[in-house]
């Protein structure tokens, strides 16, 4: 596709309940990072990828946010035992992984765990 | 301490006036330095890049970086009510490649 997209645009849950997040890159980027943005605020690191191994994944607050890219395409960003502090809108962003850094974002995932 | 810091705002400026938002960064060893544009309820769109010290200008949009200072900052000339948003700061420093932002500036320019 022409850019970033992330699937669901919104997704309600119960507090305790598993949430799988999705975003599909820019097409032949390589490098795909996970945010994390509260209202009010910039968004904040989770996690990055380069080609299918996580390359960095120092943001994620605790183990119960784990992330895959098996083929080095699309992600899943996965949330274990939802808590309503999980709420946020979950940006999803690529980059061609060259010298220019350039990193561009998806719609994002509004996440409101009830 | 925030590692980059923005001002809270709200800024308002008149139509057609300049517009200027700033930043502060606390890692020296920062590389690259990104402006990005965020409409209510939609995903951050980049506005400007910068990499070395001095002025950039793209269109009506200038980004200025001193890194002796650790501050960067975003002119915008000739404002336009299309311009109300609000402006995120974002830090790339050294060999990490996420980028840490600040909490943003909320502009409104007023017709």
């Known amino acids: 596709g022409a850019g970033v997209s992330q699937t669901p645009s919104n997704k309600v849950t119960e507090k305790g309940k598993y949430v799988e997040l999705r975003c599909d890159p820019i097409?032949?980027?390589?490098?795909l990072y996970w945010y994390r943005q509260s209202l009010g605020q910039g968004p904040e690191f989770l996690i990055y990828f380069q080609g299918t191994g996580a390359a960095d994944d120092s943001g994620l607050p605790n183990d119960r946010f784990f992330a895959v890219r098996p083929e080095g395409s699309v992600s899943t960003l996965k949330i274990q035992r939802t808590e309503r502090g999980d709420s946020a809108v979950y940006l999803c962003?690529?980059?061609?992984?060259?010298?220019?850094?350039?990193?561009?974002f998806g719609a994002g995932t509004r996440l409101s765990v009830l | 301490q925030k590692e980059v810091e923005q001002n809270s705002g709200p800024l308002s400026v008149p139509e057609g006036a300049i517009a200027s938002l700033n930043c502060t960064y606390s890692?020296?060893?920062?590389?690259?330095f990104f402006w990005y544009r965020q409409y209510s309820g939609k995903s951050p769109e980049l506005i400007m890049s910068?990499?070395?010290?001095g002025d950039k200008e793209d269109g009506r949009f200038t980004a200025q970086l001193n890194k002796a200072s650790q501050y960067v900052s975003l002119l915008i000339r000739d404002s336009q009510p299309s311009d109300s948003a609000t402006y995120l700061c974002a830090v790339m420093a050294g060999s990490a490649r996420q980028l840490t932002f600040g909490s943003g500036t909320q502009l409104t320019v007023l017709p």
């Open positions: 097409s032949g980027h390589t490098a």
């Open positions: 910068i990499y070395s010290n």
């Open positions: 890692d020296r060893v920062s590389q690259s």
């Open positions: 962003a690529s980059s061609s992984g060259g010298g220019d850094n350039i990193q561009y």
